[in-house]
């Protein structure tokens, strides 16, 4: 099964920072826009931000805005996500996801791109 691969969880004090990064070592989802995602316990999984393919357009969730920073390497194959400022309520199990267009993939991501995830957990 194709999927991406989420890496860089962690534990960390409110107010800190972490960077997670999404690998498609595979190279399977080429021309798609790569969006993080997370899920926290009891809750639906919300949209956090996403990217075009060439790295040009992002898009935020109002609750991270100027909080996180999406971005992709020159390479192509990984997409990272800064984090800073971290509060509790942001503390999820964090996945990312593929789909061909920016404007779909908040809703409508590839069901084959999903990964394991990577846990966040932000103390206060």
């Known amino acids: 099964q194709v999927q991406l691969v989420e890496s860089g969880g962690g534990l960390v004090q409110a107010g800190g920072s972490l960077r997670l990064s999404c690998a498609d070592a595979?190279?399977?989802?080429?021309?798609?826009?790569t969006a993080w995602f997370r899920q926290a316990p009891g809750k639906e999984r919300e949209f956090v931000a996403a990217?075009?393919?060439?790295?040009?357009?992002?898009y935020y969730a109002d609750s991270v805005k100027g909080r996180f920073t999406i971005s992709r390497d020159n390479a192509k194959t990984t997409v990272s996500l800064q984090m800073n400022s971290l509060k509790p309520e942001d503390s999820a199990v964090y996945y990312c996801?593929?789909?061909?267009?920016?404007?779909?993939?908040?809703?409508?991501?590839?069901?084959?791109?999903w990964g394991q995830g990577t846990q966040v957990t932000v103390s206060s």
């Open positions: 996801a593929a789909h061909p267009s920016l404007f779909r993939i908040a809703t409508q991501p590839r069901e084959d791109s």
């Open positions: 595979g190279r399977t989802f080429r021309g798609h826009a």
């Open positions: 990217i075009t393919w060439s790295g040009g357009s992002t």
